[in-house]
């Protein structure tokens, strides 16, 4: 396990999107820049420091700068890199502050962040992002978004939004640890199906079927517990979303609307432009 002190902000020196074939490899190497690679679909395995990994959508793969490692994809791998400076400083399971940490079996990857007072960041070589996909793709997608190369200081916002991505990650990580946000069963219930259908139509009944409590009971402990209505959240996701696939995809308007569930394009276009302040297509020029 490394830290990392995210007073020095980290400097980008390369990112970019790739998608690479079965079969591809390399005879593998030990770089002079950390790695970061976030993998959107496919498969690959990383072998690093003598170590095994499996990447899949919504995976993070992280290799310190010395550290060799190889890939290779026995059917495809599409992913976005980052190769980035500062020093991924080696540390043990002491360091940290989160009991529930400290009692994950040996050589379970770990990436977590001290408290809210510190500034170091804790990463292994691997860390699955489940819940917290969507968010980490929209970070992802303004990272690094071409018009930011085409500006002065790009650099520097891409540092900067890549250090958003990386505590939006630590701080998910955290929140599935610690004992102390977890959330009332029913509540969890409800978020886990909605994450999990947020593209395609649902009704509350289908919900509340699904979670085993009446409607109008999961409207009322989701409101308590989260501030916010259950349509309102599953609008924030697919919005969220819906900003990623216009940037960093080739779906159209249409396509989007579709793909996530929308019941027209014209009311996926008036949430669009209330949630974002532009239309969709103004937002995708």
């Not at 420091?49 to 190889?70: E, H, N």
């Not at 996701?237 to 396509?255: D, F, G, I």
Request: aromatic share 14%; glycine share 6%; charged share 20%.
């Amino acid at each position: 396990m490394f830290s990392f002190d995210l007073n020095a902000l980290p400097s980008v020196k390369m990112t970019g999107k790739v998608r690479e074939r079965r079969g591809w490899s390399h005879n593998g190497r030990a770089m002079s820049e950390n790695l970061f690679v976030f993998f959107h679909g496919g498969e690959c395995v990383f072998e690093i420091a003598g170590q095994t990994f499996s990447y899949a959508r919504g995976d993070v793969a992280i290799v310190p700068k010395g550290v060799w490692y190889r890939p290779h994809t026995a059917s495809f791998c599409e992913y976005t890199f980052f190769h980035f400076d500062g020093e991924l400083s080696p540390c043990d399971g002491d360091e940290l502050p989160l009991p529930a940490m400290r009692d994950l079996p040996a050589g379970m990857p770990r990436y977590g962040v001290l408290t809210e007072e510190e500034t170091r960041l804790f990463f292994s070589y691997k860390v699955s992002l489940g819940a917290a996909l969507p968010d980490a793709e929209v970070l992802l997608s303004r990272a690094v978004t071409p018009e930011y190369a085409a500006r002065s200081l790009h650099r520097l916002r891409t540092s900067i939004r890549f250090s958003e991505l990386l505590l939006t990650v630590s701080q998910s990580f955290c929140e599935q640890l610690s004992p102390e946000t977890s959330l009332p069963p029913t509540v969890a219930r409800i978020i886990a199906f909605v994450r999990e259908n947020y593209t395609r139509r649902f009704s509350l009944e289908e919900l509340s079927d699904h979670v085993g409590a009446s409607k109008q009971y999961c409207m009322r402990a989701f409101k308590h517990r989260m501030g916010t209505t259950i349509n309102d959240y599953l609008l924030d996701l697919r919005m969220r979303h819906a900003a990623y696939l216009l940037r960093s995809t080739y779906m159209n308007v249409n396509q989007t609307a579709d793909y996530l569930g929308f019941s027209s394009v014209s009311y996926f276009s008036r949430s669009f432009k209330k949630y974002y302040g532009v239309s969709p297509s103004e937002y995708n020029e």
